[in-house]
């Protein structure tokens, strides 16, 4: 008889009263389909990953965070400056979230490509959904705890598309914000939820979905033309892992634990070179020269709701989700069977590729903002010289109506200003006098008017200026029936025929 | 070796005696989990049910009318009526005070109508505009340009002893009572 080592004899002991090792080695040994120990099956092993890490170093970071409006701001400075390290973790959670978010996404778009939702793993698809929706859920949570403005503001936003429920809005605003307005009860609340309701719900769920992931085994390699039926699925993926079968470990789990420590380090590498978010300025409402922005991934929901008409945008908001989270969770169940292999699928890669262009648009577009007004472009950048070149005083006069009046706030002059309205470099060239005139009384086209607010002595001046915008050589609009009408009238004061006129008027 | 089992096969009789008492054990269990969530659903909506009899709302000082100059829009602050030891700053709030004339007043919400950003005012081009999605109001609140559906948020405002005073405490949402109040209100007054 072979004499054990202490440590076995210790393992042997625990064992006997556990009795987990049977079933853990089990689980680690479990027979998957050959071809699955691929680069592209670690994205859900790395989505526990970085949960895991986000658990770590939110436990440390709730070690000196205090909950509470009045001192969460400060307690987040001094996590970045005077606690050793404080910032390195902060970071670590914050490009942990970042991260986590990105893998998930990237987990589910895999799966969903390789057709693993089908019969019979339709449940762990659902479970996934519920997965996704708790860790966007984390991520806004997390955002407002770091409560600093754009935590702020962003509360305010959810609490104004809150509100827009029929009938309910109101009761749910207060229910969100624990108060009547965003406070300290707001922060206490989401607090809650960040650290106790969503991980407690997200552990439950993720257990039960690595629980099915054991139980039903992994998704086969797709291959075209093998088809799923309910009928015959199960036998046939039970002799795929029999005949072609190879132990999950080591054979797929290595590369599980390469990707794995690839992603710490690359979250770490980020936290370094990075830094941690915010946070931005103290969250005091009385300070109002802020401009709010979500993080990276809700930027594009920011631009959304800045492109979409006003009257599409309640029904949109409120029926958006609805219908989006509900066409994930029917998916299973719309397409049980088939093809699983996206060679074969190309309205599921198009659909992709047509969600993965829209969200990256609205991204990119809410990186600069082009529909907010450039809230001091007139104080800081003044009428560029070229354009008052060889000007009359009433032209410059007009300049300066443009600068005092703010209208670079929305239009750019010299590439500098809003992009909310055109570029006015050229439009003498695209207006005629009385547009430009009837533009800037009247507005029009999402441009306020400002009759109210100029002299005609102004308004005057400013078309003026605005009638030299144009690029040397490209003479400025010009209305023909204004000029035909006023030569007739010089000449004999005859009314010109109207088939003369008709079809010329813009 | 035992001849019986452990667990003896139950008789009918043991089964509708033990079967009883384990619907009743469930049934005792139903009405405490009842009885218990009460107080807890009551209070989870306490938020709820404290703003429906109009308690958070009241009558708030600005501060004296000649601190606000006639033919001006100025931003004011003031402390939310229903405070908690916690909030610290986030009990306080502005909003943009524009004096008519006299004692005719407008009070708007630094909340835009669209999602609740804070408007900013601009004398010059006499706008408040938006930061966030680029809406834009004239001087007198209405809506001009931009996402919005309506004009900035007012609140009901009075003149008591030289001092102005708001009805506030809600946080103006197109959901809260304040949209309520001003809801029916005519573009373009001024």
Redesign the interface.
């Given at each position: 008889m072979r004499i054990m080592s202490p440590l076995a004899k210790i393992g042997t002991w625990f064992d006997r009263r556990l009795q987990l090792a049977a079933p853990i080695r089990e689980a680690a040994e479990h027979p998957i389909p050959r071809n699955t120990s691929s680069w592209w099956y670690v994205f859900g092993s790395a989505a526990l990953t970085v949960f895991i890490l986000q658990i770590v170093t939110g436990i440390l970071l709730a070690l000196v965070y205090v909950p509470s409006g009045a001192e969460a701001w400060s307690s987040l400075q001094a996590l970045n400056h005077d606690i050793t390290l404080g910032w390195f973790i902060r970071a670590m959670h914050g490009w942990g979230s970042n991260f986590m978010v990105a893998i998930v996404l990237i987990h589910m778009v895999q799966v969903f490509l390789f057709g693993a939702y089908k019969f019979p793993r339709e449940l762990t698809w659902i479970i996934g959904v519920f997965l996704l929706l708790m860790t966007l859920g984390m991520a806004f949570s997390g955002q407002v705890l770091r409560f600093d403005q754009d935590a702020y503001w962003g509360l305010g936003i959810g609490a104004s598309i809150a509100s827009r429920v029929p009938i309910l809005g109101s009761a749910i605003v207060k229910l969100m914000l624990g108060g009547p307005i965003i406070a300290g009860a707001t922060l206490s609340r989401f607090f809650a939820l960040h650290v106790f309701v969503i991980p407690g719900l997200l552990i439950g769920f993720v257990g039960l979905h690595v629980l099915m992931v054991l139980k039903l085994g992994i998704n086969e390699w797709p291959m075209p033309g093998r088809i799923v039926k309910r009928a015959t699925y199960v036998s046939e993926y039970h002799e795929l892992t029999q005949k072609d079968g190879v132990p999950f470990f080591s054979y797929g789990a290595w590369k599980d634990m390469f990707f794995a420590a690839f992603i710490i380090l690359a979250v770490a590498a980020c936290a370094l070179y990075f830094g941690p978010f915010g946070p931005s300025g103290r969250p005091d409402p009385t300070i109002i020269q802020t401009v709010p922005k979500p993080d990276y991934f809700f930027l594009w929901l920011y631009a959304l709701l800045s492109l979409l008409p006003p009257s599409l945008e309640t029904p949109v908001l409120l029926v958006g989700p609805v219908l989006a989270i509900a066409g994930l969770l029917l998916l299973p169940f719309l397409s049980g069977e088939g093809e699983k292999s996206w060679k074969r699928r190309p309205i599921a890669v198009l659909t992709v590729l047509l969600i993965a262009i829209t969200l990256g648009t609205f991204t990119h577009l809410a990186g600069y903002t082009p529909w907010s007004p450039h809230m001091n472009a007139w104080i800081s950048d003044p009428v560029p010289d070229r354009y008052i070149h060889h000007s009359t005083a009433l032209e410059r006069q007009g300049a300066l109506v443009f600068q005092v009046k703010q209208c670079r706030n929305c239009h750019s002059l010299g590439e500098i200003g809003g992009q909310r309205g055109p570029a006015l470099d050229s439009v003498a060239v695209r207006l005629t006098q009385d547009q430009l005139i009837r533009q800037v009384i009247q507005g029009g086209g999402n441009m306020p008017a400002y009759g109210k607010n100029l002299s005609p002595a102004e308004t005057t001046a400013l078309v003026a200026f605005l009638e030299t915008l144009h690029p040397n050589g490209e003479p400025p609009a010009r209305d023909a029936s204004r000029d035909l009408a006023l030569s007739d009238e010089n000449q004999s004061g005859v009314k010109p025929p109207g088939v003369r006129l008709s079809g010329m008027k813009p | 070796m035992a001849t019986k089992p452990a667990f003896a096969p139950p008789t009918d009789a043991a089964i509708s005696r033990r079967g009883f008492l384990m619907k009743l054990g469930i049934l005792l269990n139903a009405v405490a989990a009842s009885l218990v969530a009460v107080p807890v659903v009551g209070f989870?909506?306490s938020?709820?049910t404290r703003?429906r009899a109009n308690g958070?709302l009241s009558w708030v000082p600005l501060g004296k009318v000649s601190e606000f100059p006639e033919g001006e829009t100025r931003?004011a602050?003031f402390q939310?009526p229903?405070?908690?030891?916690?909030?610290?700053?986030?009990?306080?709030?502005?909003c943009w005070v524009r004096r008519i004339a006299g004692e005719q007043f407008q009070v708007f919400a630094?909340?835009c109508a669209?999602?609740?950003?804070?408007?900013?005012w601009?004398p010059?081009?006499?706008?408040f505009?938006?930061?966030?999605?680029?809406g834009?109001y004239?001087?007198d609140g209405s809506r001009?340009?931009?996402?919005?559906?309506r004009g900035l948020f007012e609140y009901p405002y009075k003149i008591e002893n030289g001092l102005i005073t708001i009805q506030a405490?809600?946080?103006p949402?197109?959901?809260?009572?304040i949209?309520d109040l001003t809801a029916g209100k005519k573009p373009c007054v001024?």
């Open positions: - | 989870l909506l938020s709820i703003g958070y931003l602050t939310n229903y405070v908690m030891p916690t909030d610290g700053k986030t009990a306080d709030t502005a630094v909340n669209h999602l609740g950003c804070p408007v900013r601009f010059q081009s006499a706008l505009m938006c930061p966030c999605h680029g834009a004239y001087r001009a340009s931009g996402p919005p559906e405490g809600e946080l949402t197109p959901g809260a009572a949209a001024s």
